[in-house]
């Protein structure tokens, strides 16, 4: 049995052989740079030294998994590894990058303090919340955050926990089980304090949803605090098993007015409210800001869960051999075109919306410096409107992508990507609920189109991003094939950006016009109209943006390569668009819709020799994928066997018990 | 808190008072006729009232799913519940219905023993392994089947296990850890026998694939037989987990030539190999009948998976509230269109490839009775062929449809979705392997597409089972809008049918004009072209012959209804496929793709007030479906309250430490 050591697969040095470029410029260029790089792999290489940050080979119950996160949530406090966005902003970018590629649950759990509940304290709260905020970032007071509702999700300003201003304090009730805060992050056995939101009486008014900071639970025993009742929401798949996610319910719970996060509002001490919010539209905007960055964040979920599908889907099956001509060996299954079909696309898309999330997040920041310089200009007003609408589409884009990629991935994997230590499902399920939080994707899509058809309707044809830009534009329709097929996609996303927006507006006003209000008439406007719409503006904003970002690349070999990457990226996105441009108009007969689908075939399989290089560049270290089909050394068939070995199994535990059941069934009587 | 009492969602009962038919008859339709429902009702209610059969609300280890499962499988025998297809065809068939809908993983380690191992016995076995089978039946054997090598899944033809005829015994041998048997379910743990394939070798030649039932584990003790090393596969996402999947490896493993399957073949005792094949396609059609079998029954998998999803989808959708207009009460999410849009597609595909398998089940089971009677006639062969044909494009068509739907359904619920308790991610990673199972999908659809390419060259125009009539019609182009939208649909497939054929043949003689071999040219020509024949083709039957079965139900309401449903399930299923309508050629302008869109969103309107209505008629008993989401008395706000107020919570496991890090932390200097 000596050739129990040869592999059966085929390498990947062979592959990487075939690459045209770089492997070390192409990492840091897709790595967000040099210096951030040489951060991450600093980071990686701590926690890699450290064996509890080594992934279990098997599922862990809800108590082990969240006292694992527990733990390795100290080790990141004893390391001093960056946490706080405003003490040290590179080193919090990189180790937020790590934390995103290694296990979204310990992630949440410091994200949703460290950056969602100090976030929403410092852009909503005032000077008398300073201290909590430092307590806050020195980790001497653990915090959640308390919006969604038993019944109320997506429609958050419909919450129906009240915060009564009574004799000089405010009183917190949950009028029904509707009510009941649930979801929070770290409620259910960390946090001492929760960012509540509530629907704010005083003198018997209703003054609408604000925020509050409330304790949750005493300093000195941790245990709840009386007038409120708190538990556990059980278990959940992937990685957010390990995340705490409490219900909370208000019976008469009463603190100080102090609680509420004061900013343009306030009590006074004479049980008045007061505020400065010219219209209630005006009081939402000063949380829409917070509210992007969320999405935008998100948008990396889609990144890389594209990541990690193409690094285990690419890597196995460069090295998987199944059939082959009738007189040679068997080939790696990634040299079939329909193999290639279901993966590079993965790939490239990975790599296009990492490098449009890197251009989105540099502007973002850009935008709250300006926001919080007190800067008040038309110009920055348009930019809150444009940064809204493109993350309510980008977000729902990148991460209903990211979850296909990987229900992709296991499927190429064939049956061995079914093995719980190939991971596919476990990061499926952990990226799933991205297509739901911070915005039910099909929801959130809406507001891009709003935003869009707004714009038209106030005749707005530029912005200060420039995405609405075509809004300038004649739509043309299709004259004949360019060289340059990334000139062919973008004209007909421009083209059906005016098609459906045009289409979006009339159907509006048609439903208008037959008697619907605006919430109906919105509603039936949604499919194969509003919704084409914001998917497009989407798609049509990442392309373009990936596409500068390659212009901007100096080594000439990694561009080339990156400029067919966002070619792929292109026509892939735009395949399930052709029937809208064949119904508009756009083009006839068989040469656009052949054209589009000859090219997408012609670029997978130019980059197939680059495409194990380029994962390569994306991929996360090898514990931190801890796959077993997808380690940098090619080595799948030696890591099952390995954890197979180790399963190696004599007698079934229930072997007695079956022994007896065959011992019976010998003398039962023939039926 | 007396309003705790009131429910925040709406009533299923309001909506079921919508319906238009008669929910006994619907379902008696829906579930195979009235006989077997009363079969199946009657099994499920042994179960429900068994506390065994009660699903836990977490995710079980390893460990304690499969001796769960073991102790299911026990309480299977022991109330007698019907496993054995022969003896007991009717109760078998409603039994499996059950099992199917119940879990995924009982249904495995009942079937792969009683279905797959003693049916691969059967078929290939002779006299010499009666006994054997007789055991098998009576369960004082447990059987395994071993095809898949860790190294070989899709080419079984090339599997590298070998069994050499040496001194009058059979020697097994595992040469490298690629020939390692892999995913051999039962194995692991409970299995005393195994049907193993491998490399024959007489006298030093290697005779192909064959295959053997060899003993596995000692009679006695229950302990691994000498020159075998078994061991388990680890954990698996999903139901699946609770099977013991094995590997197994063979060191000089030696046993009687008995243990040859000699169906049409065997060795002498003088050591020669006879055999009676005339080929080797002629030995391999020795299995396909078996095969075709299998994915027959996957086809279900698609139905159950879909089934599923519309239960715990819509039931939550109709009973969720959100949003409303400006001055009226919140909506039951269902009521919006694009809520309708995710969901109603899965309940029409449900009801219609039900439909479809009914009928496919029947005329399998007529072909299998004609077979086994020794039938030889060119009919029999031409039924073989179109048999082997559709069950190989129908399995991927369903199984993709059933995991798709499971995700949608999962995002349809929104955060609540992703509680345990909603069961819909455990559902989806349970359905994911059969995608893969009996075939990859995309592997597989060749075989389809394969079958269509040769009848069109042999000139071969009307099939036994009438699903490749189409090659009799002339293709007509869109010429206007037929008044029953179905006529359309169909109209359009049968176009497409021949375009991708047409199209296919083509570009394969295409490449082999430029020198391709036929392996390569096949694989070129996949993806536009094959892949999407054998979809229409799939799609056509499973719309043709669900039409066929609603049309002969007596009913007029139930009728009429599941005309629409039938209906529906056409045009979602056409819509993917109106790119290639208009490429090539089929239709030109707006009306034709328009009329199809607009003709799903007024069918979806149609059948709203009917949707919880369909939904009743086709759900498994609620301990069943075990989703606190999709109960049938609409209580999904309070089934998640009762489980979460189960785990109220008071202090953490780790809060002294959590107390201690907070302390620690207080007295730390700032950085």
């Not at 991971?423 to 915005?439: A, I, K």
Request: glycine share 8%; net charge neutral; proline share 3%.
């Amino acid at each position: 049995m000596s050739a129990f050591n040869a592999s059966p697969g085929a390498s990947l040095d062979e592959w990487r052989s075939k690459a045209s470029f770089d492997g070390g410029k192409m990492r840091a260029i897709l790595q967000g740079g040099e210096d951030k790089l040489r951060l991450k792999d600093e980071y990686w290489q701590i926690m890699e030294k450290d064996p509890l940050f080594k992934k279990p080979n098997r599922h862990l119950s809800m108590e082990e998994s969240r006292l694992l996160t527990h733990q390795r949530w100290k080790k990141v406090l004893e390391y001093g590894l960056p946490c706080d966005m405003y003490a040290n902003y590179e080193g919090f970018s990189a180790f937020s990058d790590v934390l995103e590629e290694y296990d979204k649950g310990l992630q949440a759990r410091i994200q949703l303090h460290s950056g969602v509940f100090v976030g929403a304290l410092s852009s909503m709260g005032t000077e008398r919340h300073k201290e909590l905020i430092e307590k806050a970032n020195r980790n001497q007071i653990i915090g959640c955050f308390c919006l969604t509702e038993l019944s109320h999700g997506s429609n958050t300003q419909a919450i129906q926990t009240t915060a009564t201003y009574e004799k000089g304090q405010l009183v917190f009730r949950s009028p029904h089980i509707g009510a009941m805060k649930v979801w929070s992050g770290n409620l259910a056995q960390s946090a001492t304090h929760a960012l509540v939101f509530a629907q704010l009486y005083v003198g018997g008014k209703c003054e609408g949803v604000h925020g509050f900071v409330v304790q949750v639970r005493d300093e000195k025993t941790h245990r709840v605090l009386p007038g409120l009742r708190i538990g556990d929401m059980g278990e959940k798949p992937g990685h957010f098993n390990c995340i705490e996610n409490g219900w909370m319910l208000f019976e008469d719970y009463r603190c100080s007015t102090d609680a509420l996060l004061n900013k343009g509002c306030d009590i006074t001490a004479d049980g008045r409210y007061v505020h400065a919010f010219k219209s209630d539209r005006d009081k939402r905007s000063v949380s829409l800001g917070a509210l992007s960055m969320g999405r935008i964040g998100i948008v990396g979920m889609g990144v890389n869960a594209c990541r990690a599908a193409a690094t285990i889907g690419i890597r196995y099956s460069a090295v998987r051999k199944q059939f082959g001509p009738p007189d040679g060996d068997e080939l790696p299954i990634l040299t079939y075109p329909l193999q290639r079909r279901r993966l590079l696309p993965i790939l490239a898309a990975s790599i296009c919306m990492g490098l449009f999330q890197d251009k989105m997040i540099d502007l973002f920041s850009q935008y709250m410096a300006r926001l919080l310089s007190g800067e008040k200009s038309d110009e920055l007003v348009e930019l809150s409107k444009e940064v809204h609408g493109l993350s309510s589409c980008t977000k729902p884009r990148a991460t209903w992508l990211g979850v296909a990629a990987l229900a992709e991935a296991r499927a190429a994997c064939g049956g061995h990507g079914f093995l719980y230590i190939s991971r596919l499902n476990e990061l499926r399920d952990t990226y799933d609920p991205s297509q739901t939080f911070e915005g039910e994707n099909n929801i959130l899509a809406q507001q891009a189109s709003n935003y869009l058809l707004s714009q038209k309707k106030q005749g707005i044809v530029s912005s200060p991003m420039g995405t609405t830009d075509f809004l300038q534009t004649r739509p043309i329709s299709f004259k004949g094939w360019n060289a340059d097929s990334l000139e062919n996609v973008i004209a007909a996303y421009e083209w059906l950006l005016h098609y459906t927006l045009t289409k979006t507006e009339k159907a509006l006003e048609d439903r208008k016009r037959r008697g619907d209000d605006a919430f109906t008439a919105r509603n039936e406007t949604q499919i194969d109209t509003a919704h084409p719409l914001a998917l497009a503006y989407a798609e049509l904003t990442m392309i373009k943006w990936a596409e500068e970002a390659v212009k901007e690349i100096e080594d000439v070999k990694c561009r080339s390569v990156l400029h067919q990457v966002v070619r792929l990226f292109a026509v892939s996105q735009l395949q399930p668009h052709l029937t809208l441009l064949y119904i508009g108009g756009y083009c006839t007969g068989p040469e656009f819709g052949t054209r589009v689908k000859e090219e997408q075939l012609a670029l997978e399989r130019s980059l197939s020799p680059e495409c194990v290089a380029l994962v390569d560049a994306i991929a996360s270290p090898d514990f931190a994928v801890a796959s077993a089909l997808g380690t940098s050394d090619g080595r799948a068939y030696e890591n099952m066997v390995a954890d197979f070995f180790s399963r190696e199994v004599d007698r079934a535990p229930f072997a007695d018990d079956l022994l007896r059941v065959i011992e019976a069934n010998k003398t039962k009587p023939k039926l």
